[in-house]
């Protein structure tokens, strides 16, 4: 591993297990949000996650930064949402067990795990958005995320059970403004930008 590598490692894993207060640049920010969607189980109906829109934060100004990002996957036939979820992901403490080997992994799980530790973040909270983002931004401590919502699309399967209960919100450009506490992620607002009668069908995600 080259010196400046193997610094940044310890630096993550310091941070990580110490409990102690830290930033973490653009780059660490990305590295933790792939590492955390190539650890989704995929299966034949969903895979092929991915991490988008990366952003930092620093929500509860405690000088602790926040990773926050959408994740997506791929979906075939499938009578669920597809993955469409903003994620929050905050440093591991000392006791975390998120990232914890065990004596059943294989050797790919058990050097993801090793990456995962590397990073010094894991998965806090998260919330699926019923369209395709658009833009997602944040502003002081709240998440921006801008989206279209389709009439037929596997991020929002549409149904007559469902639109009684949770219904898909109609065609058109939303825009919902989130906050994160510990363990929770929340709409605290949402606009309607424009609506759409002629967005009909999405692309397979």
């Not at 903003?86 to 975390?96: A, E, F, L, N």
């Not at 605290?188 to 967005?199: L, N, Q």
Request: proline share 4%.
């Amino acid at each position: 591993m080259p010196k400046l590598q193997g610094i940044a490692a310890v630096a993550a894993l310091v941070m990580g297990f110490s409990g102690v207060a830290g930033a973490i640049d653009s780059r660490g920010a990305v590295r933790a949000a792939n590492i955390s969607a190539e650890a989704q189980a995929g299966d034949d109906i969903q895979f092929d996650y991915a991490a988008r829109h990366v952003q930092i934060a620093d929500f509860d100004r405690n000088g602790v930064d926040e990773v926050v990002y959408l994740q997506t996957a791929t979906c075939l036939g499938a009578n669920f949402d597809c993955e469409n979820d903003i994620i929050v992901m905050t440093p591991m403490r000392k006791d975390d067990s998120f990232w914890r080997p065990s004596s059943l992994d294989n050797d790919y799980m058990a050097d993801l795990k090793r990456r995962g530790r590397q990073s010094g973040y894991a998965w806090n909270a998260s919330l699926h958005v019923p369209g395709e983002v658009r833009a997602l931004a944040i502003v002081g401590d709240r998440i921006h995320v801008t989206f279209d919502v389709l009439r037929d699309s596997p991020i929002c399967k549409r149904s007559i059970e469902r639109a009684a209960s949770n219904p898909c919100p109609e065609p058109g450009r939303y825009r919902w403004t989130l906050s994160w506490h510990p363990g929770q992620v929340s709409k605290t607002s949402e606009a309607v930008i424009g609506r759409d009668a002629k967005a009909t069908t999405a692309s397979t995600r």
